[in-house]
């Protein structure tokens, strides 16, 4: 079965750079979460979209901005990279914008900045 | 708003021998409940779920977990583990809208020889 696609896997970027994080969900899954896990800590809420809309906003910083679009797939945009922000990112989808059947989660992305 | 705790950060124990690893949650609505393995440098995999129906929920690994709502509680419990089962243990619970899933902090699980 179709899982949750996230790409890249590794990313590697400098202080003050750019990096844009995409994310497909599975097909027919409308509403896509974004978390980032810090080394040794729980993954953290940061923005979720359902039908192309932004749908709550967590602990994402004005840095970071985050759009849905026609085809449901998901891209994380981060600019002004600081080395707080290395971390796994993971994205998660499910249907109709309501977690009753779960969540599946992507392999994630792991940006180190340096 | 839900929040989750995991009391053990860390959880060891001999091959073979049962675990418990503990789970409480707050909510003020009701919610679903879920348990994420996360094996070393890997991403978040769905171990097991409560949604409605039977408070106990099993994996096909062999893991289980009773939602108790008195106890606000979604334990998960295995009688004989194994050296593959060393991982991390993530509860995490939703309300079932929009803010996706609140975790806790995690239960290292370290299996002894």
């Known amino acids: 079965a179709a899982g949750v696609i996230q790409s890249p896997r590794h990313l590697i970027k400098e202080k003050r750079e750019t990096a844009t994080l995409k994310c497909y969900p599975i097909?027919?899954?409308?509403?896509v979460y974004w978390y980032q896990q810090g080394p040794g800590q729980d993954p953290q809420f940061l923005i979720s979209?359902?039908?192309?809309?932004?749908?709550d906003k967590g602990s994402i910083p004005d840095r970071f901005s985050a759009q849905q679009f026609s085809d449901y797939h998901s891209e994380l945009n981060m600019s002004s990279l600081e080395l707080g922000d290395s971390a796994l990112y993971f994205c998660?989808?499910?249907?109709?914008?309501?977690?009753?059947?779960?969540?599946?989660f992507g392999s994630g992305t792991r940006l180190t900045v340096v | 708003a839900q929040s989750v705790t995991q009391l053990d950060s860390q959880v060891p124990v001999f091959e073979e021998a049962p675990v418990e690893l503990r789970c409480n949650y707050s909510?003020?609505?009701?919610?679903?409940l879920f348990w994420y393995v996360q094996y070393p440098n890997q991403g978040l995999q769905l171990l097991l779920k409560?949604?409605?129906?039977?408070?106990l929920v099993k994996s096909i690994n062999g893991f289980e977990a009773e939602f108790n709502k008195s106890q606000t509680s979604f334990h998960l419990r295995k009688p004989s583990v194994h050296i593959s089962d060393t991982a991390e243990y993530f509860c995490a619970v939703s309300g079932g809208g929009a803010d996706g899933l609140t975790f806790g902090k995690g239960t290292h699980l370290i299996i002894q020889p």
């Open positions: 409560y949604l409605s129906g039977s408070t």
């Open positions: 097909p027919r899954h409308d509403t």
């Open positions: 909510s003020s609505v009701s919610v679903y």
């Open positions: 998660a989808s499910s249907l109709a914008g309501r977690g009753q059947h779960g969540y599946t």
């Open positions: 979209f359902y039908e192309k809309m932004q749908s």
